[in-house]
């Protein structure tokens, strides 16, 4: 079964840092775009970040540039997402999504456009709160 696994959410204080990882079970993420999500309670869901599938080209939306960092490990067939100076208004369920194709060879995907988007996990949950 093809899927994206997430992991590393949970509970942390404004302020600090948290790194979230996103695992493709199955499949191969070294020819797939990812990219992390986030839904925070009540609001729709809105892209956060996005690399090339060759993991050289990255974006971030303006919430959290500066703050975020993603990148992609082949070899280890994950994509992480570096989070510090957290803020409350971080708090959402984060997910990670595969896009495939060789439009993303050397440039990020867009995140307003979740069509192109192969594959999704499940979420992970976190939580900035003191």
């Known amino acids: 079964q093809l899927q994206l696994v997430e992991s590393g959410g949970g509970l942390v204080q404004p302020g600090g840092s948290l790194r979230l990882s996103c695992t493709g079970s199955?499949?191969?993420?070294?020819?797939?775009?990812l990219a992390w999500f986030r839904q925070a309670p009540g609001k729709e869901r809105e892209g956060v970040s996005s690399?090339?599938?060759?993991?050289?080209?990255?974006h971030y939306e303006y919430s959290v540039k500066g703050r975020f960092t993603i990148s992609k490990e082949n070899a280890e067939n994950t994509v992480y997402l570096e989070m510090s100076s957290l803020e409350p208004e971080d708090t959402a369920v984060y997910y990670c999504?595969?896009?495939?194709?060789?439009?993303?060879?050397?440039?990020?995907?867009?995140?307003?456009?979740?069509?192109?988007?192969?594959?999704w996990g499940r979420g992970t949950q976190v939580t900035v709160s003191s």
């Open positions: 999504a595969a896009a495939y194709g060789s439009n993303w060879y050397f440039q990020p995907p867009s995140v307003t456009d979740e069509s192109i988007y192969d594959y």
């Open positions: 199955g499949f191969s993420l070294d020819h797939y775009a």
């Open positions: 690399i090339s599938s060759r993991g050289g080209s990255t």
